[in-house]
């Protein structure tokens, strides 16, 4: 069966097009202009919304309409179109990233008024991680009984709408497995970006614990590295200092962050952690290590890369 919602939007960017068949549609090639309808389009259903498309004359091909449109450099408004009948979230030079509607799992319950012997275990190990009720209330944090998330903490990230738009959980259980199991949605957001004043300095860590043990105006990385859109803010903010405080295993991560924005025009401060993490340091050191920690510069950053050699 074919869509014909995008079957109307492709005609509304090509220009009419000819029902041929297997679900496709003819069009004048938008690249080599031949005189005859050789651009086909499959526009047969699918849950994977890929859209093969090719010219039997100069051989163009993509599998996305969104490769397609990129390509012919149409409309914005095409491409918010597009974005609402499928399922991309948008585009990354080459590579497209695409995104589900983020939603908390099912069995996800708040841990702020649970008293079953689940909740409890989990509040013990929060406790355990220094984290008290007003944290658990600020940051939404629940827990699962069963399902993919069973016996595991559920950390949501809400953007600066109060939209949910990425999740990560962590195993409560002492021999659990698996300690990590994160949502298949994309990455490339702004975590915790509710709570972040952008006219202020900003502290970059790794992991939810991590940015829970600061407190303040601190985004977590969900792993090591800036994703892009997450870069693409901080650049065009008013922020004027960053503070880099990632792991001793990813100092080569944190270098290329430190390098990558100084270019930009910030002031960054690598905060050294003597072997441990903010979740580890807690609250009042690590601001204290905060406090001393003097700003890079380029020449610092090249002699710690050669250190590295």
Known sequence: MRDEQLVNLVDSVLGKGKE??????????????????????????????INLWNCWVCNKRGNRLSQ????????????????????????VGDYEVVSQTVALPEEYKTLQNSTDIIAKQARVYLKSRNINDDEIIKYNIGYCEYGDYANMLIFPSYDK??????????????????????????????PFELFINWDLPIIL???????VAIKRNVIPLLGKNIQPALMKQIIKSNVKQVYIALDNDAIKQALEHAERLIDEGK?????????????????????????????????SIMKLKLSML
């Open 20 to 49: 041929t068949s297997k679900g496709n549609q003819a069009y004048m090639c938008p690249f080599c202009h031949h005189q005859k309808p050789k651009f086909e389009i499959n526009f047969t259903e699918n849950n994977k919304d």
């Open 68 to 91: 397609l449109f990129k390509k012919l450099k149409v409309h914005p408004n095409k491409i918010d179109e597009l974005r609402s009948l499928q399922k991309v979230y948008h585009i």
């Open 161 to 190: 709408h109060g939209n949910l738009n990425y999740f990560t959980s962590r195993s409560f259980k002492r021999d659990s497995f698996i300690k990590y199991k994160n949502p298949n949605f994309t990455r490339d957001v702004v």
């Open 205 to 211: 860590c790794e992991g939810p614990f991590d940015a």
């Open 267 to 299: 002031e960054v401060y690598l905060i050294e952690m003597e072997g441990k993490d903010p979740s580890d340091i807690g609250f009042k050191e690590f601001h204290r290590l905060m406090n001393r920690t003097k700003p890079t510069n380029l020449y």
